[in-house]
């Protein structure tokens, strides 16, 4: 992933030792994978079934998007290379917290864009 810009990206993530993990290929230490600080909160209230798996499409931008149905909007509100960046949640009814991603997230998308469009899609096993 890293290095690829892309306009769309499956992501998927799992439940695991009571922490929330992305599950993608890593050479580091797991815990650097863990979601945390807001993000854990939001995949479980996505956890709606119970599955201990979540499976997005997020879609990363540098300007307001109003053409994407079904998606909800993350706005960055501060971001550091180092330190992550810290996003409101706008349009997901029943979540009012904001979450931080870490710096891992610039592997993932190669940078912290501006806004995030997040779209529950169906897990395949």
């Not at 599955?51 to 998606?71: A, M, Q």
Request: charge should be positive; proline fraction near 4%.
């Amino acid at each position: 992933m890293c290095g690829f810009r892309h306009s769309v990206y499956d992501l998927k993530f799992v439940f695991d030792d009571k922490m929330w993990y992305i599950d993608m290929p890593w050479p580091g230490d797991r815990y650097n994978l863990a979601m945390v600080a807001g993000s854990n909160h939001l995949l479980t209230f996505l956890d709606t079934k119970k599955e201990n798996r979540v499976r997005v499409l997020v879609r990363p931008s540098k300007k307001r998007r109003t053409d994407l149905n079904g998606y909800f909007e993350c706005v960055k509100q501060y971001s550091g290379l180092f330190a992550g960046a810290t996003y409101n949640v706008y349009g997901f009814e029943g979540f009012t917290r904001e979450i931080w991603i870490c710096p891992v997230t610039l592997t993932v998308l190669g940078h912290y864009p501006r806004y995030i469009y997040i779209k529950q899609i169906a897990n395949r096993q």
